[in-house]
């Protein structure tokens, strides 16, 4: 029974418990902070100093008091007006897993450099590459501006940090033979889903388009191939489970027209003439997912001896070959979708530096043959 005033209650388990006021939530209503103990007595002197400090820290930091879990779920609320379901999906998986667990219960007003360094290097113990902890880093920073935008904070802890540098990480992709290899495997296959291997090799597409596109997207008169879909498993609004999304490309320079080469021009005439749906990979007339797709890859992969190799390095192995065969950077860019020639240089910078290098090779033979 409580004791009138005083927010002590005696529990079924026969525990007291006392309630106190921790603070306020975004929207206004009262946060509760929860104490414990034997006996009435117990709880009630627990709960005085408690009381004090949460009333001392409230007239101090104001709505600053409230914890970066509930903040960060505002700032995901206005994301999701703006953003793909993908990326919404995205930031929302990220907080969850990489986040909360580290600063979710940290009232906006504790968070410092030094509790955002911790993080980091939680990350970095935890196997995570460079690139992930960039941009789960920016989440967090980003959540964070927003906060000053609405005056919960007055400086941002991550404005000045400085993320850890190392070696750049290399693209990884088939070599020619491993390809010729693979390509071997998938002409043999029956299960037509396999093919989606071929055209990731021969488009550069990711495995959302590959799975999203569409028979009116691809003009076998013209050999031409329209990306402006994409089809991805993402987390539902309430975050509890995952749906499958058919939406348009990550950005706008994801929108793009991909040439056919002769290889597949001649793969997707054969799949034309058994299409049994508005999809080019499909399971009952609706869009093959992408784990679908994944699986079939590495049961041909398997077939073709290839190890510890993924979808993406299909990719991969486009962009490496077209630049092998030209350097021209800014074409191979726009196939591939990147929004700048910048990124596809970032990227592919050693196949870069090696086609170079066999030019100055050609450079330098030529020259002995003259002398």
């Not at 929860?34 to 930091?61: F, M």
Request: hydrophobic share 35%; aromatic share 8%.
């Amino acid at each position: 029974m409580a004791r009138i005033g005083e927010n002590i209650y005696h529990r079924k388990d026969l525990r007291w418990e006392g309630r106190y006021k921790k603070g306020r939530k975004i929207d206004g209503s009262i946060r509760y902070g929860y104490v414990y103990g034997k006996s009435y007595e117990e709880v009630k002197e627990k709960l005085g100093p408690l009381r004090r400090h949460a009333q001392i820290t409230l007239e101090l930091y104001g709505k600053s008091v409230v914890e970066y879990d509930e903040w960060s779920q505002t700032w995901l609320a206005e994301q999701q007006k703006v953003v793909k379901p993908a990326t919404y999906s995205s930031y929302l998986n990220k907080l969850k897993k990489y986040i909360w667990p580290h600063i979710g219960k940290v009232a906006l007003y504790q968070l410092d450099e030094a509790t955002i360094h911790q993080m980091i290097q939680a990350w970095i113990q935890a196997g995570l590459s460079l690139s992930s902890i960039k941009v789960i880093f920016r989440i967090v920073k980003q959540s964070l501006k927003y906060a000053i935008q609405k005056e919960l904070l007055q400086k941002n802890p991550c404005e000045w940090i400085q993320l850890p540098k190392g070696p750049k990480e290399k693209v990884h992709a088939l070599t020619s033979k491993e390809q010729q290899r693979l390509e071997k495997v998938v002409t043999s296959e029956k299960d037509l889903r396999a093919k989606a291997v071929i055209l990731a090799m021969e488009t550069g597409m990711r495995i959302g388009e590959i799975a999203g596109l569409k028979w009116e997207a691809v003009d076998l008169e013209k050999r031409m191939i329209e990306v402006n879909h994409t089809y991805q498993r993402v987390l539902s609004k309430a975050g509890d489970k995952t749906i499958l999304h058919l939406g348009p490309p990550k950005s706008q320079s994801s929108r793009r027209v991909i040439p056919m080469t002769s290889k597949l021009h001649q793969l997707l005439s054969s799949l034309k003439k058994e299409a049994k749906s508005d999809y080019v990979f499909s399971v009952k007339e609706k869009p093959c997912e992408p784990r679908l797709l994944t699986y079939h890859f590495h049961r041909v992969r398997k077939k073709a001896k290839l190890e510890n190799i993924h979808f993406h390095q299909l990719r991969h192995t486009f962009a490496t070959r077209c630049l092998e065969s030209s350097e021209d950077i800014l074409n191979v860019s726009i196939l591939l979708g990147h929004n700048s020639a910048q990124l596809t240089t970032t990227v592919y910078f050693d196949s870069i530096v090696e086609k170079r290098i066999a030019v100055i090779g050609l450079m330098e033979k030529a020259q002995q043959n003259i002398a």
